[in-house]
T-cell receptor, first 111, second 114 residues
């Protein structure tokens, strides 16, 4: 099976940088994804890492260390609209899209 | 392009009634997923289909739940009989095998069983 650990809540101020960590235990591993979900909305894809290292997409970056079973999402130049839940998710070997989600991190951005 | 379309968006039903949730995936996508989200259990994968064939239904909680995908553009998730503990948001999602590693979620069906 798979299990993921991420902080339940993070608070930061506008313009700051915040890092949301995710550690995982899986019987097989294909990649680590990050999704954003605003209250009452659909989860939306942010990033995906299959290989070690940093992937950058605008203000958001994601990092993966397969040897440490660890990844993080880095959000820079925080904006109020970034207040949302952020989920890490793992794909078991052989299926990049059959995702198991973490419990989510509620990010609150303060003015 | 239209995204994943789910109906109904909200449903309130009485315990014991049958509930049918519907999903239209993004045109051209060949994988479809049903997820359930609750405060206690988070986002759980219930079942997924590839090319209309159920691949893994190990997440379906019990026999009261069933899912079908009669064609590439339509899927249903049925709960019969419904119970209060089934109250949750049910998300349908789709993706393209061989494409990017993105799955696209619908807006969800908010189910309340009283």
């Amino acid at each position: 099976g798979q299990s993921l650990e991420q902080p339940s809540e993070v608070t930061a101020v506008e313009g700051a940088i915040v890092q949301i960590n995710c550690t995982y235990q899986t019987s097989g591993f294909y990649g680590l994804s990050w999704y954003q979900q605003h209250d009452g909305g659909a989860p939306t894809f942010l990033s995906y890492n299959a290989l070690d290292g940093l992937e950058e997409t605008g203000r958001f970056s994601s990092f993966l260390s397969r040897s440490d079973s660890y990844g993080y999402l880095l959000l820079q130049e925080l904006q109020m609209k970034d207040s949302a839940s952020y989920f890490c998710a793992v794909s078991p070997s052989g299926s990049a899209r059959q995702l198991t989600f973490g419990s989510g991190t509620q990010l609150t951005v303060l003015p | 392009d239209a995204g994943v379309i789910q109906s109904p968006r909200h449903e309130v039903t009485e315990m014991g009634q049958e509930v049918t949730l519907r999903c239209k995936p993004i045109s051209g996508h060949n994988s479809l997923f049903w997820y359930r989200q609750t405060m206690m259990r988070g986002l759980e994968l219930l079942i997924y289909f590839n090319n209309n064939v159920p691949i893994d239904d190990s997440g379906m909680p019990e026999d009261r739940f069933s899912a079908k995908m009669p064609n590439a553009s339509f899927s249903t998730l049925k709960i019969q009989p419904s119970e209060p503990r089934d109250s949750a948001v049910y998300f349908c999602a789709s993706s393209l095998v061989g494409g990017s590693n993105t799955i696209y979620f619908g807006e969800g069906s908010w189910l309340t069983v009283v």
